[in-house]
């Protein structure tokens, strides 16, 4: 048999005492009967000797009680503290989520800040760049200004003057940026530099009414300065200067436009001038056009008595084109067509002769009860084509083409020709009037009159 140390064999005899102890003291704390018997005899033993006189029910009361408390945990008292954590600990689901809600928020905030800083401090170089653009723009309305004030006027001194004053004067007009260029390097932005927004926004407008202001004047001025050029230009051609002494209408125009100029007056409009100077071409043209026309009627060897209402349309268009309009321009045209026409034309006038249609119709005046006469007649060819021409109504004025109309006579050719047309249904003769190439008018009997209708 191995011999064992003695080292080793008290090491184990300590722990096995250890052992044996602890269950002593559990058996003996587990074996209430007679835990509680000891306990009592050793008690009274105690008072005994102490000449202390207590009853056993005291003494019993007394060894159940402390029974009911040795195996009992006293929980020591906690502060505030303490009882707060556990509080917490014991609501961590509530809590963690109004916490999570709380802190949420926070960031939320934080970033809707975060957020608005970012668009301030934007806002603010932004603004700033503008301002220094505008500052630009106006050096370089400075320069074309300078550049405008080298132009030679003619005729539109006094306005330009006063475009010229006013330009002078907002260019004059410093607008000081006290504001220097912002540097914004925190992450939030406070009052301060709001306040530094506010006061470029304000730089930025007043800079920006004066850029536009200015802007709209020099243009205003170089507007004029232009239509000042052209119009002198106009006014001093030769061209023009003769023009003028055939079409007094020019140079009052002109005037009209200096004396406003002279006025002081800004807009002024040459185009009306141009217009009119630009249509004298076109008169010279009808002029020649007329001279080809009369021509023409001479070559047909219309005698002057005919040309009477020719000689009325050309004096009327005449006189318009020496003032420029052309209002009349096309019924002339129109007129001088019909008029060349009817003189190449040979014509008859010629009386219905129809069984079923009338030949003639008495007209009874209600003012006067007094009578007139007409035979309803045709302009026609010697090829039988009906041609139309123009004829005025004695009773309207109403003037127009007509292919059939009512030719006044006197009551004697009427009551002839109604005695030939009733004798057996047609007129043996009914040829009232003729006009033969190079007439405009017809050829007619005492017994015609010059009276026409258009109705009846």
């Known amino acids: 048999m191995r011999e064992v140390k003695l080292s080793d064999q008290l090491g184990a005899m300590a722990i096995i005492d250890e052992l044996y102890q602890n269950q002593q003291l559990l058996l003996e704390h587990l074996d209430r009967e007679t835990l509680h018997n000891n306990l009592k005899q050793s008690i009274e033993d105690y008072y005994q000797t102490q000449n202390l006189a207590i009853d056993d029910k005291t003494i019993e009361k007394g060894i159940n009680l402390w029974f009911d408390k040795r195996l009992r945990f006293n929980a020591p008292k906690r502060s505030w503290l303490q009882r707060f954590l556990v509080a917490c600990y014991l609501k961590r689901t509530r809590l963690f989520t109004i916490v999570g809600i709380i802190i949420l928020l926070l960031i939320l905030i934080i970033s809707s800040r975060l957020v608005q800083t970012e668009k301030l401090k934007n806002n603010i170089f932004i603004t700033y760049n503008h301002i220094l653009a505008s500052q630009q723009s106006l050096n370089d309305l400075n320069n074309q200004f300078d550049e405008l004030n080298k132009y030679q006027i003619i005729f539109a001194q006094t306005p330009a003057k006063h475009l010229k004053d006013s330009i002078a004067n907002l260019l004059n007009k410093q607008i000081a940026l006290s504001i220097d260029k912002p540097e914004i390097e925190k992450s939030f932005v406070f009052q301060k530099e709001e306040d530094t927004l506010e006061k470029l926004q304000q730089t930025n407008d007043q800079i920006s009414q004066k850029l536009s202001e200015i802007s709209t004047l020099i243009t205003q001025l170089r507007i004029l300065l232009e239509q000042d050029k052209k119009l002198a230009k106009l006014i001093h051609n030769k061209e023009f200067i003769k023009a003028t002494k055939q079409y007094p209408v020019l140079q009052i125009a002109a005037d009209k436009v200096i004396d406003a100029l002279n006025q002081g007056q800004k807009d002024i409009d040459i185009n009306h001038i141009e217009t009119l100077y630009n249509s004298v071409d076109r008169a010279e043209a009808l002029k020649i056009?007329?001279?080809?026309?009369?021509?023409?009627?001479?070559?047909?060897?219309?005698?002057?008595?005919?040309?009477?209402?020719?000689?009325?349309?050309?004096?009327?268009?005449?006189?318009?084109?020496?003032?420029?309009?052309?209002?009349?321009?096309?019924?002339?045209?129109?007129?001088?067509?019909?008029?060349?026409?009817?003189?190449?034309?040979?014509?008859?006038?010629?009386?219905?002769?129809?069984?079923?249609?009338?030949?003639?119709?008495?007209?009874?005046?209600?003012?006067?009860?007094?009578?007139?006469?007409?035979?309803?007649?045709?302009?026609m060819t010697p090829t039988g084509i009906n041609i139309p021409i123009l004829v005025q109504s004695i009773e309207t004025g109403d003037i127009q083409l007509a292919s059939i109309f009512g030719q006044q006579v006197t009551q004697q050719a009427f009551n002839s020709v109604k005695a030939d047309k009733s004798a057996d249904g047609h007129i043996d003769n009914n040829k009232l009037c003729d006009k033969p190439v190079g007439r405009l008018s017809f050829n007619c009997p005492s017994s015609v009159k010059s009276g026409r209708i258009l109705e009846w």
């Open 289 to 379: 056009k007329i001279d080809a026309d009369n021509k023409q009627l001479q070559a047909l060897n219309v005698p002057i008595k005919d040309m009477a209402p020719v000689t009325t349309l050309q004096n009327e268009i005449k006189a318009n084109l020496t003032n420029l309009n052309f209002e009349h321009v096309e019924l002339y045209h129109q007129m001088m067509s019909y008029f060349i026409k009817l003189a190449q034309t040979p014509l008859t006038l010629t009386i219905i002769d129809n069984p079923d249609s009338k030949s003639g119709i008495e007209r009874t005046h209600k003012n006067t009860n007094g009578k007139s006469w007409y035979l309803i007649v045709k302009p």
